[in-house]
């Protein structure tokens, strides 16, 4: 079926594009004129000779604006896609032998104050060797092992925790009787973890290194106004704990996006290094709420549609329709916790036909109805 949106012809296929919208209330504008963000054009297409592969190259594209340009934006639209809702730290004094476990407690993340140590994540390749002034994130909350050698018992980490009684401001004291090794742990609570794009292409374990021995500056920063406010037991310390766990957070995905960007071999960020699905997940961050179908993406960036599929989904890690709905509900989810707007325009936004059709898939990957998910903000 062709179908005319705002003045672009769009091919949906009703088979494949269970998320799309056809929007035949958009009004007709000057082509020329319209642009997409990150510097994109809407292409125009003749309806009477389509041709099966548009001329877009898409390797002249990234040239003209550069990764200073529509990565950066692409780079900050994803940032934009969490927002923290709680924190909790803990800052245990392990003394060799120790080890232990975590798992299913949503994103953590463990500082080396002294000392240290190993941590081994599920789908990790291997351990990685911690120091004083390293921080490392567990951004989907996979199952990990912090320990002293890998010789070392492990025990699960809230039982270890209860045993040592942690005093007011989080300190326990467990383990042996040999070397201390001091840690910040901690764990984050995301609003729309099961929507979020940002945690879904981040690898298994972000490890920002210490420099030189010495803690990068801006981890060294936030930590010590971290213990800060631990230590000061003010009024309101926690919620300002919880504005720095964000600043945290994001300050080391984007030191992981910036130290890998030039050599990541798979996953997000050696998708937007690719000519071809690099400008398509461009496109998909800028216009989500499009009709977009596999087969219009892939004429867009010049690949046969299989070519395409299967390159996205290889480099992205998921289909480019699920990658699709995860950025319409992701963003359907931040508005409906930041506004007080219909659920109808909400839904019309984010590419979907009706309400009732929006609040069917939305409860079905959050587990809830928008109006549910919009009284517990």
């Known amino acids: 079926m062709v179908v005319n949106n705002g003045g672009l012809d769009i091919w949906h296929d009703e088979s494949t594009d269970v998320t799309g919208r056809l929007d035949e209330r958009a009004q007709p504008v000057d082509l020329p004129d319209r642009r997409l963000k990150f ?96 921080f490392v994130v567990v951004p989907r909350g996979d199952a990990h092992i912090m320990r002293d050698s890998a010789a070392s018992r492990v025990v699960d980490f809230f039982e270890l925790a209860k045993q040592s009684a942690p005093d007011s401001k989080g300190v326990f004291r467990a383990g042996g009787s040999g070397v201390i090794t001091k840690l910040v742990c901690g764990g984050m609570q995301f609003d729309d973890e099961a929507t979020s794009p940002l945690l879904a292409v981040l690898p298994p374990l972000i490890h920002v290194k210490g420099k030189n021995g010495n803690t990068a500056p801006w981890l060294q920063a936030t930590v010590f106004q971290v213990l800060e406010e631990l230590d000061s037991s003010r009024a309101g310390a926690q919620a300002v704990v919880t504005r720095l766990a964000d600043i945290l957070f994001i300050k080391a995905v984007r030191t992981y996006f910036e130290q890998n960007f030039d050599t990541a071999q798979y996953g997000w960020l050696a998708a937007i290094r690719d000519p071809h699905i690099g400008p398509a997940l461009a496109q998909l961050h800028a216009r989500p709420e499009e009709a977009w179908t596999v087969a219009f993406l892939a004429r867009r960036v010049a690949l046969s549609r299989s070519l395409f599929a299967e390159k996205f989904a290889q480099l992205v890690g998921e289909p480019p329709l699920h990658y699709l709905k995860r950025l319409r509900l992701n963003r359907a989810a931040i508005r409906l916790h930041s506004t007080n707007d219909k659920l109808s325009a909400i839904a019309s936004d984010a590419g979907y036909e009706s309400a009732a059709a929006f609040t069917k898939a939305f409860k079905r990957q959050l587990g809830k109805t928008p109006g549910e998910y919009r009284n517990s903000r």
Request: neutral net charge.
């Open 39 to 134: 510097g994109f054009p809407l292409a125009r297409r003749v309806r009477q000779s389509l041709p099966e592969v548009m001329t877009v190259n898409s390797r002249k594209i990234c040239e003209a604006n550069g990764p200073s340009d529509w990565r950066k934006e692409l780079f900050a639209d994803l940032l934009q896609s969490v927002h923290l809702r709680s924190s909790v730290y803990f800052r245990p004094e392990l003394g060799a032998p120790w080890g232990f476990s975590l798992a299913d407690h949503g994103t953590a993340f463990h500082i080396v104050a002294s000392g240290k140590c190993w941590v081994q994540v599920t789908g990790a390749p291997q351990a990685a060797e911690l120091v004083e002034g390293d």
